[in-house]
């Protein structure tokens, strides 16, 4: 019997945009609209669209980082609000995320050590903090000695290692990654690609991706969810709607993909 996780239902989120004169009327946009979606434990769900057509805000609804202007959030049964960080930290050992560019997503004065044990001490986390980080940096390929020097250090495929690692600090159920292989470059992207297989195995992890590459989505993920202009066009396991797809801007999309020749 499956079990509903994380469930949206019908989120929209409009924003204002920056006047382009004094007297210029306000200007409306709405990066999502109507969007209801449900991430099932166990399985995984790919998000993906071009640019702009709201994934990443959709990304942050879902993880209370943004209030949505209408729609609901639930994660097992319980509603999830933006709100102060301490009613939040249920959520937060629950479910955590791996942001697209390391580099800007770690702290630069701390050491790895600090990095990956952040979520420990933030959620006040019982347990022994220094073997909970040793422990992590072997599950995500890297020797524990690294624990003292700091992210400029490493290159940038060992970074996203880190921060993966400070992910998984909680121990949580769902692991979001918000475009998490497209600042790599393409064999780091592989070796990143075949760790989170790795690691959702072993930890039973429920992965939702957020991408704009159909084969990174191919690869992980069961489910997968099309977006344009926020609005979501099409959803179904990933087999089937990446096979034989319904909407013409999700065969737009299969089509754009590069392929070698024979």
Known sequence: MTTSLLKATGLTRTYRLPRT????PTVRRRAVQDVSL????????????ESGSGKSTLARLLLALDRPDSGTVHYRDREVRQGAPRRLAWFRREVQIVLQDPMGSLDPRATVRDIVAEPL????????????VDELLRAVGLNPSVRRRYPHEFSGGQRQRIAIARALAPGPKVLVGDEPLSALDV????????????????????LLLVSHDIGVVRHLCTDVLVMKDGRAVEQGPAASVLADPQHPYTRRLLAAVPRLPA
Do not use: K, M, N, W
């Open 21 to 24: 004169s004094l007297f210029a």
């Open 187 to 206: 064999s780091v992207r592989a070796q990143i690609l075949a760790l989170l297989d790795e690691l959702a195995d072993a930890y039973g992890l429920t």
């Open 121 to 132: 001490e933030c959620l006040r986390l019982p347990g022994d903090h220094d073997d909970r």
């Open 38 to 49: 449900e991430l099932t434990e166990g399985r995984s769900l790919g998000i993906v669209g």
